[in-house]
């Protein structure tokens, strides 16, 4: 499970085995997480995390959306 980015206590990584989906970013904090797709950035799966903290991921992911897409195709086709 490689790390794309660490902000604060969030953790953005992939899943090594999920190259046949499009680009997405798993975030966790502690024993939450969340999935999102990066183009465009969409919310997939919530699993503890409340509305304001999606909100707050959501901002950090549109900030830095293209070093974590860069990082996905780095990963899965470098």
Known sequence: MPTALRVGPY????????RDELPHVHIERDDKIAKYWLEP?????????????????????????????????GYFRG
């Open 41 to 73: 950035i969409r919310l997939e799966t919530n699993r503890g995390f409340s509305r304001a903290e999606i909100g707050r991921i959501q901002r950090l992911l549109s900030k830095n959306q293209r070093e974590l897409i860069g990082a996905w195709h």
């Open 11 to 18: 953790r953005f990584f992939f899943y090594s085995g999920e």
